[in-house]
C-alpha cells in the first residue's frame, strides 16, 4: 500500500514539475512580449510630444510654426528615426499648430 502512494506521488511529480517549468516559462515570454508592446507605445507618445514641444518653442522664438518637419530637423536640432515611425505634419497655416500624426511603421 505505501508503495501505490509513493509511487502516485512520484508519478505526480514527474508530471507536475515539468507542467509548472512551461507554465512559468510561458508566462515570462507573455510578459516580455507585453513589456515591449508598452515600451514601443511609450516611444510613439515620446516622438509626438516632442515634435509638439519642438513647434511650440519654434513659435515662441519666431512668432509662427514651423513650415515643415525638415525646418524642426535643420533649426531644432530634431531627430526622427524614419526606419521606425513615419510622422505626417499638416500646416493650416503659420499661426495655427499643425495637425502632427506619428504612425509606427510595421516591420
Same mark, same amino acid.
Given at each position: 500500500?505505501?508503495?501505490?502512494?509513493?509511487?502516485?506521488?512520484?508519478?505526480?511529480?514527474?508530471?507536475?514539475?515539468?507542467?509548472?517549468?512551461?507554465?512559468?516559462? #510561458?508566462?515570462?515570454?507573455?510578459?516580455?512580449?507585453?513589456?515591449? +508592446? !508598452?515600451?514601443?507605445?511609450? %516611444? *510613439?507618445?515620446? $516622438?509626438? /510630444?516632442? #515634435?509638439?514641444?519642438?513647434?511650440?518653442?519654434?513659435?515662441?522664438? +519666431? !512668432?509662427?510654426?514651423?513650415? %515643415? *518637419?525638415?525646418? $524642426?530637423? /535643420?533649426?531644432?536640432?530634431?531627430?526622427?528615426?524614419?526606419?521606425?515611425?513615419?510622422?505626417?505634419?499638416?500646416?493650416?497655416?503659420?499661426?495655427?499648430?499643425?495637425?502632427?500624426?506619428?504612425?509606427?511603421?510595421?516591420?
Amino acid at each position: 500500500m505505501v508503495r501505490k502512494k509513493n509511487g502516485l506521488l512520484t508519478l505526480l511529480r514527474g508530471l507536475l514539475l515539468p507542467v509548472i517549468v512551461v507554465t512559468v516559462l #510561458l508566462c515570462f515570454a507573455a510578459a516580455l512580449d507585453n513589456l515591449s +508592446e !508598452g515600451r514601443s507605445e511609450e %516611444d *510613439l507618445f515620446q $516622438l509626438e /510630444e516632442t #515634435l509638439r514641444r519642438s513647434c511650440v518653442a519654434c513659435y515662441a522664438a +519666431e !512668432g509662427v510654426y514651423p513650415p %515643415d *518637419l525638415d525646418y $524642426l530637423k /535643420e533649426h531644432y536640432g530634431l531627430q526622427v528615426d524614419e526606419t521606425q515611425y513615419t510622422v505626417r505634419y499638416m500646416v493650416f497655416a503659420e499661426n495655427l499648430m499643425p495637425d502632427i500624426t506619428v504612425l509606427e511603421n510595421k516591420r
